[in-house]
């Protein structure tokens, strides 16, 4: 994987708009596994309650933990597999929260060329995305 070390801010905004459409999620399940907090809402919590046939109260109690005031399903001490299965799917995968749903959009990963590099060694959807993009020039 290669560009320059001096690559252009606004070159790697255009690397990342590139990526980003060339994104394919190739089910590694990697970013689930990163360390980190998964929050959610109390409408996220409802609604993945009633999917796995739960009261409110008693998916909080099974699958929730408060961090920093906020309600997370994983935290780095707390089910840090999330609700990964192990064909790397989600269990409530069409009700994740929009964390999940936006990643690999997530301003932190496309900083600079560091934070992009590092996202393309972890997420195989990316460094697809990448290659097919290098092959293309
Ligand atoms: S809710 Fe599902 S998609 Fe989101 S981190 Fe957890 S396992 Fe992954």
């Given at each position: 994987?290669?560009?320059?070390?001096?690559?252009?801010?606004?070159?790697?905004?255009?690397?990342?708009?590139?990526?980003?459409?060339?994104?394919?999620?190739q089910k590694s399940g990697n970013c689930c596994r990163r360390e980190g907090m998964v929050y959610v809402t109390i409408p996220d919590m409802q609604k993945m309650a009633t999917f796995l046939g739960l009261q409110l109260n008693a998916f909080i109690q099974q699958f929730c933990k408060r961090e920093n005031?906020?309600?997370v399903v994983a935290s780095p001490t707390h089910r840090p597999n999330c609700f990964l299965k192990d064909d790397n799917t989600c269990s409530v995968y069409a009700l994740r929260p929009k964390s999940c749903k936006d990643y690999p959009n997530w301003p932190?990963?496309?900083e600079n060329r560091e934070s992009i590099l590092a996202e393309l060694s972890m997420c195989p959807g990316l460094k697809k995305a990448f290659d097919r993009i290098s092959a293309s020039k």
């Open positions: 994987m290669t560009f320059p070390l001096n690559t252009p801010f606004e070159n790697l905004q255009e690397l990342k708009k590139q990526l980003l459409e060339k994104f394919e999620c005031g906020w309600y932190e990963l496309w």
